[in-house]
């Protein structure tokens, strides 16, 4: 009962948009002051919680205390392993990014060890720059490009050309991550996740489909505001959607894969050189074949946003003609109601921002939890 | 709460596999015994339960009376517009299916109204076969190859060539039909949850989507356990995955079209004649498009099972093959975890014996409102 009030109290002050009054919060919540007074009092002697001074009085009455989020309170260490590069941030209880860690290399030669030694090195620079501010680092999630298991095992990621990679065994030896909660998670249903909270910012609970395109490209695809993961989480594999069956041979070993053709490699190889004029060119392929693999998502699981990410915003220009002409001639309700096409506002940042956020979320939705352990 | 005991009741019977005793759903419900036999006697006498003779005695004590629900109670009207056919069925509280109508001929023709006025006429029949068994038509659901609003207006059904049509306007016109609760919904949906009733027997909450092959192709995605309608209501249309995007034209104006190569005019034309020798040809790229788009449905909501209905179950011996091949291949985790496929067993009379059961099932679910209303 009481960690049920304290995360209604938590999520009380987490939604609202300005500082509250432990009166509003009574109001808001139906609890009676003086629980929620005792509630807040836990909340912020551990941290989460923060009251600020009243603002100069306008009027009559006396100003009461605001309550808001403790940006010193806990924190989510969000980490990324993609094909070219590593990734770590940390954010604070009230969502802003804190730090942000990115070490730019090909991640293939040198093997998964490698990429974790290099993630855990990664990830303890995060982790002291948070001990310097004072945060307390509450979890970690971990966004992979590939099939993660429940147990977060990652039995394959065919662009890292990862097969069974017990990530989370070889992360806890980082000093760091050896006692945090880690959460491993295909890249794009984090990115998803991260886009969810900006669309649902927006109103209603949002049907959509989020696109990560990096050198492999994979999809979220929330459904009536709840991510769908799959029977086994390995829903949203997009980039191996056959745009033309008879076409390039691809490294999962089928023909004519999305990847092939819209893929950051694919659409480097073709372009040789990075002159606009040259690069037109595989564009032109690239949005065809991104076209007629979304008309199939839209066909399918009739969503009216596409949310396009990774790579995919800087190059929109030159990309939604082709799409929206595919998605005009091949979605059979395209007459009915158009197909939204929206670049997602993170960039490439996505997948380790939405891991971060899981972890604050994490904290959000049992607060009681995490003042247990702290 | 007497509403909700009702049904707790009707429940625990429906889901006993024999007949129950009053004890016995006492037990199970949690209700007292005293409070169970008077929500039992206003179910007798409503006509939905019925109390069956004690079995011989076979030990000591007296024998318990068992519930079951009543065949002579409520029942479901079914209805099914296709390309091809009209179909109706009456389906009882057990879920037996009492009367079973088909009148084949191609509905293009003679248009929406001359359909509508067809099916009115088989409606009238059903019922008063109903009425001559004694039967209550509780309410009817009416299965459409096409995409139907939340209010049951058919917004479009391409290969019936229909456009806006208020199905409910023109049936309300029956006599039948006039007073009754009715239901407008895609033929492949209301076969999903014909299957899902299969599925769902065999334990667990299934996640499949079934694939309705007539002239055009529908499917039915059930993810985990329950049916998955799309933002608007108009998810499945995987007819219209492209699977050659150059290839042959289709009614709804865009190119390659999986049902232009695995639907029944598609096989029947390319076939020309029906010796199996001749046959063998569209079957093979029947079964390559099939896999192309199946492989696309796996690959994005990674569902283990497909079941394929329509006129595929007869076809699958032939169809099989090629559509595990192709599935093989470009489905990214078919080495991790095959795909099982197979076959639908209620064969074309899926969509209208789904439809009756809805009914059937919205009566198991509110008693309460049957029987305030009869």
Same mark, same amino acid.
């Given at each position: 009962m009481r960690a049920h009030n304290l995360a209604l109290v938590l999520q009380t002050v987490a939604n609202s948009a300005d500082p509250i009054s432990r009166a509003s919060v009574a109001g808001a919540t139906g609890l009676t002051r003086a629980t929620v007074s005792a509630l807040v009092d836990d909340l912020v002697s551990g941290g989460l919680l923060t009251e600020l001074a009243p603002p100069p009085r306008t009027g009559a009455g006396r100003p009461a205390v605001g309550l808001a989020l403790a940006p010193g309170g806990p924190a989510g260490l969000g980490l990324e392993i993609n094909v070219d590069y590593l990734a770590a941030c940390v954010v604070d209880l009230t969502g802003a990014v804190r730090h942000r860690l990115v070490e730019h290399a090909d991640?293939?030669?040198?093997g998964a060890a490698a990429a974790l030694a290099g993630l855990g090195r990664l990830a303890q620079r995060a982790q002291d720059l948070a001990d310097a501010d004072g945060l307390a680092v509450a979890g970690a999630a971990l966004a992979v490009p590939g099939l993660v298991t429940a147990s977060g095992l990652v039995r394959v990621a065919p662009n890292l050309g990862?097969?069974?990679?017990d990530v989370l065994a070889q992360l806890r030896a980082t000093p760091a991550l050896a006692d945090l909660p880690i959460t491993v998670d295909n890249e794009a249903n984090l990115a998803a996740l991260g886009a969810l909270g900006e669309l649902r910012a927006e109103g209603g609970t949002p049907s959509f489909v989020y696109v990560s395109g990096e050198i492999g490209i994979g999809a979220g695809i929330v459904l009536d505001g709840v991510l769908y993961r799959g029977a086994r989480g390995w829903?949203?594999?997009?980039?191996?959607? $056959?745009?033309? #069956? *008879?076409g390039r041979p691809c490294r999962c070993g089928a023909d004519g894969c999305l990847e092939q053709y819209a893929g950051l490699e694919a659409i480097l190889r073709e372009a040789g050189v990075t002159s606009v004029e040259q690069i037109r060119a595989p564009l032109t392929s690239a949005s065809t074949a991104l076209g007629i693999a979304l008309a199939a998502v839209v066909n399918l699981l009739d969503v009216q946003t596409i949310v396009l990410g990774g790579i995919y915003p800087p190059l929109l220009p030159w990309l939604r003609d082709g799409i929206e002409a595919e998605l005009g001639r091949r979605v059979l309700t395209a007459d009915l109601a158009p197909v939204r096409l929206r670049a997602a $506002?993170?960039? #490439? *940042?996505a997948a380790m921002r939405g891991a971060a956020e899981l972890v604050i979320r994490s904290v959000q939705e049992d607060p009681a939890a995490y003042l247990g352990r702290s």
């Open positions: 991640q293939r030669p040198a990862w097969q069974d990679v829903s949203g594999e997009i980039g191996h959607l $056959t745009v033309h #069956p *008879d $506002t993170l960039g #490439p *940042d």
